[in-house]
């Protein structure tokens, strides 16, 4: 208890005395110690860095979830450190409501079939714009805040340390030269010629005693100095060498800039894709289907509207495809999941993280998915959800 209590003491007074340099400082009355040029183009390049990164990931949130109570609620199950429950997208959403309304028409309705078909579209929108969040948040959003709650925090920290030992470099310094200062007044008060017609020449021996005192004192704030001068180059090469760090930062934050921009265009391409094979749909059956107009309530569709195509729609061509597929003799491999996957549809295969499945590829097939194997199941799976082991 008794070490605690002078430890205590001692931090009191250093705090005091950094407080005391810090409002000589702010008022001029005392002298501050400047950083090289470099070092403050330093600091300046790093607060740069954390003000747009903070920036451009909150607007990156935004922009991934516009809705801001869910992000509240991202964030609470984050601090806790809970899973987020899986949350349907919007379109997913209208799918159901659209495929519900189908059943309530009829699907042998015009209007009931049209339903489903659009419905079923807008659940493999939704389905797309999942995996564009999922693979946005592990490749862009998540780099983002490792640096903003990990490097710009260790960052911050050192930079805290390093003002502290500038200011007892400082506090020193003052010290110093006040010691300096009375030990020149006491040597020219020593100099003086003792009474010696007294009894006991006092002045002499008190001069001789306070020059002393404040030799001794000289010594101690010069060693004070010297500790304190090391200990302020030491940590401010280490907080140079963090700075000088953020250089690895950008190029990092480059490279996840990139794999953003192609999950992007992977996603607008797959609803490109979706939107032109409802519109090939749409386009085969419009001769069936009456729309209002303006002149002729009862004029039929455009059918040039859409170009036509009589083939079955893109998801029951998948399913038929992944049911006919066959293992080849040689060429499958083994994968491990690194993350969740939930199937868009009935024709992928839905994934957990870290377990283990085969994979191969047909002809035909685009690069950007596998066929994968678990058990008995079996359907198709995206590569960049995988690490290829063998």
């Not at 987020?84 to 699907?107: C, D, H, W, Y």
């Not at 004070?224 to 934050?253: C, K, M, P, W, Y």
Request: proline content about 4%.
């Amino acid at each position: 208890m008794d070490f605690n209590v002078r430890k205590l003491a001692t931090d009191a007074g250093i705090f005091f005395s950094r407080a005391v340099q810090f409002t000589e400082e702010k008022l001029g009355q005392a002298e501050k110690t400047e950083l090289d040029a470099h070092f403050e183009n330093l600091l300046s390049r790093a607060d740069c860095t954390k003000n747009w990164t903070e920036k451009i990931y909150r607007q990156t949130e935004v922009l991934l979830q516009p809705n801001p109570g869910a992000r509240i609620e991202d964030f609470l199950y984050e601090k806790l450190d809970r899973k987020v429950p899986a949350r349907p997208t919007n379109g997913e959403i209208l799918s159901q409501f659209m495929l519900e309304a189908a059943k309530e028409f009829g699907s042998g309705t015009p209007y009931g079939s049209t339903l489903i078909k659009v419905g079923d579209c807008q659940r493999r929108l939704g389905g797309a714009e999942r995996e564009f969040l999922q693979s946005s948040s592990i490749s862009f959003l998540t780099p983002l805040r490792n640096f903003l709650e990990g490097d710009w925090r260790t960052i911050s920290r050192e930079r805290r340390l390093l003002e502290n030992r500038r200011l007892d470099l400082d506090a020193c310094k003052a010290r110093l030269k006040k010691a300096r200062a009375a030990e020149a007044k006491a040597a020219c008060e020593g100099e003086a010629v003792p009474d010696f017609q007294e009894t006991r020449p006092r002045n002499y021996v008190l001069s001789a005693s306070a020059s002393a005192l404040w030799n001794e004192e000289l010594d101690k704030a010069e060693h004070e100095l010297r500790v304190a001068q090391t200990e302020f180059d030491r940590q401010a090469e280490v907080t140079r060498l963090l700075l000088e760090g953020i250089s690895s930062t950008h190029v990092n934050h480059l490279r996840c800039l990139c794999e953003f921009v192609e999950a992007q265009a992977m996603y607008y391409n797959q609803c490109h894709k979706y939107m032109l094979e409802l519109q090939r749909e749409l386009g085969s059956c419009s001769g069936d289907i009456r729309c209002p107009d303006s002149s002729d309530v009862g004029s039929p569709a455009d059918p040039s509207a859409f170009p036509s195509q009589s083939s079955p729609s893109a998801l029951e061509t998948d399913a038929l495809q992944i049911e006919e597929v066959q293992p080849p003799a040689s060429g499958t491999r083994t994968a491990k999941v690194l993350y969740d996957y939930d199937a868009a549809d009935s024709s992928e295969l839905s994934l957990r993280a870290d377990e283990l499945i085969t994979v191969y590829t047909v002809p035909g097939m685009d690069s950007d998915w596998l066929i994968g194997e678990r058990g008995n199941q079996k359907g198709k799976v995206p590569v960049t959800y995988l690490e290829l082991l063998s």
